[in-house]
């Protein structure tokens, strides 16, 4: 992973003290409220329903130990003992006291980490495929793109007050891990006809009030001119984004207007200026950034082992574990290993300081010391040798992290909701609690198969209940909760947005209602069919004649 040069670690000193001056200012009333709410915001921090929050950045999703002790420490300190791992790959403080974030903020700094721009109208973390580097099925590794964009975007002077957030997703592989579709930039590597690595754009993708699938912008950019192709589509989008509406302010929006065709010309039009600046990267700096990145020097191993095949032969639990929360490594010999985080014990994504610490300390053993966050709220070692699956596994399984649930009903992307943010609109926690017991039973979870599910709190959809193949939408009706059911999303390679199956459903009946859908899929599904292929086989009206034929 990218290590910090001098300059990274003066900068973000320096900003740790500058916003400990203005915490400081605030709180002893020399500082206008309006004034520092801009610089919390840039800093990561918000004001939530009961305390604020600090989102830390993580970027392209990659931790190592020495940063995970380090959160633990934090979430003991200064917090209630645990953060929550969010889609875009950050972490969650959800109670520090204001007057000790900054000491958090230096805490922070001292492991290389920080919370600028997390939050506010600029550019945002930059998140990427959790599997780069070891993916099979990957053309290049897309975490030395993400670096790129890093350097480049981190107080990009014009860039810091745009119409609204922006949002990066960038992979190397050919499967879609990272919702790329439904970002305001999507990258994905591809090579052309003559065996040259260059870059398929989409732009305008977005979720929350006016959910929107990105665009393609162009079909093939060179390696060379991402920064300044990039830097070009922001200039558009700065110039011409609409600032009288924070709902019309997302680039979506610009690019649903005028029309891709007509943007594309735009930023055309003022990439021709820029395309042979400074800002065009040069084969040296690629390397220096990929040279962060390099290999993990990994053992020389046979494809089979052994003892694993015996421990799978006799072990039904181990093995379970093994086929659902476990993939295929690109180095013979290793396999990549998911983290649940969907325990019933805890709300989902969220992790205590001791499984903190625990990560870590398991991270050191098996895994290069490196952690990665998923954009299904889930950790990753990714390193791991197939010899050792078996100790790692009884270690997780202490921790409650290796509930065997990946890619399943239960394995749910869930906002905080109401229980914790301001902007929520009903509650999240609750229902996905309710959820996971009704499919307590393995044998029935992994018969029914990769199924997403997916609730959010309100319309601005941190949970990205729009791509859930279930989605589900808390509403408030007259002070109650109530939850609007989609079907038919996905944030793969084929992107879509869910379809509203019918009326709200009270919050008392809508994990009956779920149970129900999946059901219906169960027995309307032909052999070997997805609940997606079997929705768009049917269509939704059978699924719905079975979920409202009771009365909610």
């Known amino acids: 992973m990218y290590v910090y040069n001098q300059v990274d670690q003066q900068l973000v000193d320096q900003r740790v003290e500058q916003f400990r001056d203005q915490t400081s200012r605030y709180l002893e009333g020399r500082l206008d409220e309006e004034v520092y709410k801009q610089l919390r915001l840039r800093n990561g921090l918000y004001v939530q329903r009961h305390a604020p929050m600090l989102r830390v950045a993580v970027p392209y999703g990659v931790l190592n130990a020495q940063q995970m002790r380090s959160l633990a420490s934090i979430a003991?300190?200064?917090?209630?003992?645990y953060v929550h791992v969010t889609t875009r790959q950050n972490v969650q403080f959800n109670w520090p006291r204001l007057n000790e974030v900054p000491e958090i903020l230096r805490e922070l700094a001292a492991v290389q980490m920080h919370a600028i721009q997390?939050?506010?109208n600029c550019i945002r973390n930059v998140t990427s495929d959790p599997l780069a580097g070891v993916a099979l099925d990957e053309i290049e590794d897309p975490r030395i793109w993400c670096e790129l964009i890093r350097q480049w975007s981190t107080l990009h002077p014009e860039f810091s007050f745009l119409p609204r957030k922006f949002k990066f997703a960038v992979t190397g592989s050919r499967e879609d891990r990272v919702a790329l579709q439904v970002h305001d930039i999507g990258l994905q590597l591809i090579r052309n006809e003559l065996g040259?690595?260059?870059?398929k754009v989409t732009v305008g993708g977005g979720l929350g009030r006016t959910?929107?699938?990105g665009k393609i912008v162009n079909p093939f950019l060179s390696r060379y001119d991402l920064i300044s192709y990039l830097e070009a589509i922001l200039r558009v989008y700065n110039l011409y984004g609409r600032r009288d509406k924070l709902y019309k302010a997302r680039i979506k929006i610009l690019v649903n207007a005028i029309g891709i065709d007509q943007f594309r010309d735009q930023v055309d039009s003022e990439w021709q200026h820029i395309r042979e600046s400074d800002l065009k990267l040069n084969p040296l700096l690629i390397q220096q950034v990929a040279d962060s990145f390099l290999a993990h020097e990994y053992k020389t191993l046979s494809k089979e082992d052994e003892s694993l095949k015996r421990q799978l032969d006799t072990n039904p639990v181990f093995s379970t574990w093994y086929r659902q929360n476990t993939r295929n490594h690109k180095i013979a010999g290793?396999?990549?290993?998911?983290?649940s985080l969907k325990d019933h014990s805890m709300a989902p994504g969220d992790i205590s300081e001791s499984?903190?610490?625990?990560?870590?300390?398991l991270a050191d053993q098996y895994s290069f010391s490196e952690i990665r966050i998923t954009y299904t709220q889930n950790l990753i070692l990714a390193q791991v040798e197939q010899s050792e699956l078996y100790q790692l596994w009884k270690a997780l399984h202490k921790q409650k992290l290796a509930t065997p649930n990946i890619a399943t009903v239960n394995d749910i992307i869930c906002c905080p909701g109401f229980d914790f943010c301001a902007l929520a609109n009903a509650t999240s926690i609750d229902v996905s609690?309710?959820?996971m017991r009704r499919f307590d039973k393995l044998d029935h979870l992994h018969g029914i198969g990769d199924l997403r599910i997916n609730i959010s709190g309100c319309m601005n959809a941190c949970g990205h209940h729009h791509v859930g193949h279930i989605g589900l939408l808390g509403v408030d009706k007259k002070g109650e909760d109530w939850y609007q059911i989609t079907l038919g999303g996905s944030a793969s390679n084929h992107t879509a947005l869910g379809k509203v199956l019918g009326p709200a459903v009270a919050k008392a009946h809508v994990g009956q209602a779920v149970e129900d859908i999946i059901h219906a899929y169960v027995q309307l599904r032909e052999q070997g069919e997805s609940f997606l292929q079997t929705l768009n086989r049917i269509g939704r009206n059978p699924i719905k004649e079975k979920v409202y034929a009771g009365t909610y």
Do not use: C, K
């Open 355 to 361: 499984q903190l610490d625990a990560i870590a300390d």
């Open 196 to 199: 040259e690595t260059g870059f």
């Open 433 to 435: 609690e309710d959820i």
């Open 118 to 120: 997390t939050s506010g």
């Open 211 to 213: 959910p929107v699938v």
């Open 334 to 339: 290793y396999r990549i290993v998911y983290l």
């Open 76 to 81: 003991r300190t200064y917090d209630r003992g």
